[in-house]
């Protein structure tokens, strides 16, 4: 069972940044697709970013392309999201979620797909 923690949520200014990390112990073991999904109040699950942690591959919600950018630390299981240039449609739940994923495909940023979830962590984007 992979256990998922994320941290680095908190409140920021429109145009500030952010750093979300996600930690499990069996990233740097096997090839997953860790992905980063957000959900705001009475609007749907909505996928951000993903990326293929054997590979390195990543795949980016038009939303997100350009101001966020997804990586992977193998060496210390985490998984981050760097946003940047924030605006207040940002403001969510974001969530971490991984599944197994074999090592040549690239990961999708459809939320069944995965298998595991995180807690979830707030961001919060106003002045």
């Known amino acids: 069972q992979l256990q998922l923690v994320e941290s680095g949520g908190g409140l920021v200014q429109p145009g500030g940044s952010l750093r979300l990390s996600c930690a499990a112990s069996g990233f740097a073991s096997d090839s997953y697709a860790v992905g980063w999904f957000r959900q705001a109040p009475g609007k749907e699950r909505e996928g951000v970013s993903c990326?293929?942690?054997?590979?390195?591959?990543?795949n980016y919600a038009d939303s997100a392309q350009g101001r966020f950018t997804i990586s992977r630390d193998n060496a210390k299981g985490t998984v981050y999201l760097q946003m940047n240039s924030l605006k207040p449609e940002d403001s969510a739940v974001y969530y971490c979620?991984?599944?197994?994923?074999?090592?040549?495909?690239?990961?999708?940023?459809?939320?069944?797909?995965?298998?595991?979830w995180g807690q979830g962590t707030q961001v919060t984007v106003s002045s």
């Open positions: 979620a991984a599944r197994r994923l074999q090592s040549f495909r690239l990961c999708r940023l459809s939320g069944p797909e995965y298998d595991y």
């Open positions: 990326i293929n942690t054997y590979v390195g591959s990543t």
